[in-house]
């Protein structure tokens, strides 16, 4: 009829207008959605660029003399450098975890290994390998070997720290020398014993000869507890006054930061159930790491001597991807889980133990963000002693020394846990890495190009360090008798093809 036929156009034109106000609508949600992460991230990254590049200071008149003008820019510094400032807040994860499409995306990757583990087990059946070998996890069992000796060092540092340290700087507290000679003689004595926990921890480890991920527990300990005790003294000691109490120095000691402060954000009641959570987590990490190795590590490098060229770059190539999903899971697991875990049973307010690394719009923001557990104390303590030291407009130095020591703490517990000086970490780091810190990007091809060069140097980073393990259990040392040097020259290099 004629009104059936102008009433069909009529809704079919009334279905489009509604079709199009939806898109309209859904348009706009995103822009705004956008437009609010975009707020907050530029807000983060003006804080952390706002701490690693203070404003340049403009230089002092001619007329003032040399001690005026460094004291006039010292204390300037010391107003424009910003304070490390806690409050309460989510980790940035757990937060986005919250919305069901990053959940979706965690259960995609727990989906992933699942099938990848259940794949493991299938396949060594298939091959005749006893499944009680399969599932009692060989390889990570040896590497926590000598966990006990590994937990009696732990102990023997924490007991060093609470029963020495803390009670020789409350009676430097409670009684300060007047004389400068007794001030340096305290100085000295502290610095003496930071030199001895560097020292005596690290000849107990080689005395045991602890397996590497024992040996990683103990020198991250080593160096976590002499950040602290660091942090401690000099937040005491510049602002002066009575020694903080035992109880608050024992906080701190575990606490997820390495900026002493009297008194921090605290959180809800502890939720036992996230704890357990957040720890089966790292778990779950750590078996997930342990399948990575085993199926594309140790059948690819156990027989390596030294590879052609060809061979090498053959296998880059081939590593870049578990080299990628290992420095996932050691982020995941370490950054966000363990420290979670810990924030929880403390009740400490202030997760953000990171920032949105994973967002690389800049390498510099990101390589701060994913150092931030040691970029909080190299900030605090000496990043901004070098900027008042130095004066402002000696920034970058002050970004290259912080950078420099940082790389070289990194390389310091990865020699002694590997049982061999192989510095491929610390030239990335002080190579490319430093040169792509002072670069900046937007587009979405700088994005890829810092994930694809992210991934592919951890494929390089595990090829070159495997070479050199497996080298040094498949060639004889070219330097018998002088372990020394044995140590400290690369057996990869002599070792025949």
């Known amino acids: 009829s004629p009104m059936l036929s102008t009433s069909v156009p009529a809704t079919h034109a009334s279905l489009q207008q509604r079709s199009q106000q939806l898109q309209q609508e859904k348009q706009r949600l995103m822009q705004m959605l956008d437009e609010r992460l975009t707020g907050l991230l530029d807000i983060l990254g003006n804080d952390s660029d706002s701490q690693s590049h203070p404003v340049q200071q403009p230089s002092p008149s001619s007329d003032d003399s040399p001690k005026q003008s460094a004291a006039a820019e010292a204390s300037k510094a010391r107003q424009d450098l910003p304070e490390k400032e806690f409050r309460q807040r989510c980790s940035l994860l757990t937060e986005l975890f919250e919305l069901s499409h990053f959940r979706t995306l965690q259960n995609v990757f727990i989906a992933l290994m699942s099938l990848y583990g259940l794949s493991t087990l299938i396949c060594d059946t298939m091959d005749g390998k006893s499944l009680v070998d399969t599932l009692s996890l060989p390889l990570l069992r040896w590497a926590f070997g000598r966990l006990p000796d590994a937990i009696a060092i732990w102990m023997a540092m924490h007991a060093a720290v609470l029963l020495a340290a803390y009670p020789a700087y409350h009676h430097y507290a409670a009684a300060p020398p007047a004389s400068r000679r007794w001030r340096l003689a305290w100085l000295a004595s502290y610095i003496a014993f930071q030199l001895g926990f560097l020292v005596l921890p690290l000849r107990s480890l080689l005395a045991v000869q602890l397996p590497p991920a024992s040996a990683i527990i103990v020198l991250t300990e080593q ?275």
């Open 223 to 497: 160096s976590r507890l002499m950040m602290k005790l660091h942090a401690f003294v000099w937040e005491s000691a510049s602002r002066g006054g009575p020694c903080p109490s035992f109880g608050r120095f024992l906080y701190f000691l575990f606490a997820p930061t390495l900026v002493y402060r009297d008194a921090y954000p605290q959180d809800r009641p502890t939720r036992w159930r996230y704890v357990a959570s957040n720890l089966g987590q790292v778990a779950g990490c750590a078996l997930f790491a342990h399948l990575l190795l085993v199926r594309y590590c140790l059948p690819v490098f156990s027989h390596w001597r030294r590879p052609s060229l060809a061979h090498f770059i053959h296998t880059v190539f081939q590593s870049a991807l578990p080299g990628g999903l290992v420095l996932l899971l050691a982020f995941f697991a370490v950054l966000h889980s363990w420290l979670n875990a810990f924030a929880e049973m403390l009740r400490f307010g202030d997760r953000q133990f990171y920032r949105d690394w994973w967002n690389v719009t800049s390498f510099r923001s990101w390589y701060r963000t994913w150092n931030t557990v040691v970029h909080d104390w190299l900030y605090a303590y000496v990043y901004r002693e070098l900027c008042l030291r130095f004066g402002k407009r000696s920034s970058s130095l002050a970004t290259g020394c912080v950078f420099l020591l940082s790389s070289l703490f990194h390389e310091y517990i990865l020699a002694f846990s590997l049982g061999f000086f192989f510095p491929a970490l610390f030239v990335f780091f002080c190579g490319a890495g430093f040169g792509l810190m002072f670069a900046n990007g937007r587009s979405r091809f700088w994005s890829v190009f810092v994930w694809a060069s992210l991934f592919l140097g951890m494929g390089a980073l595990m090829c070159l360090y495997s070479m050199e393990w497996f080298a040094r259990r498949n060639c004889p040392t070219a330097y018998p008798g002088r372990p020394v040097l044995d140590f400290l020259v690369p057996r990869s290099f002599t070792c025949p093809m």
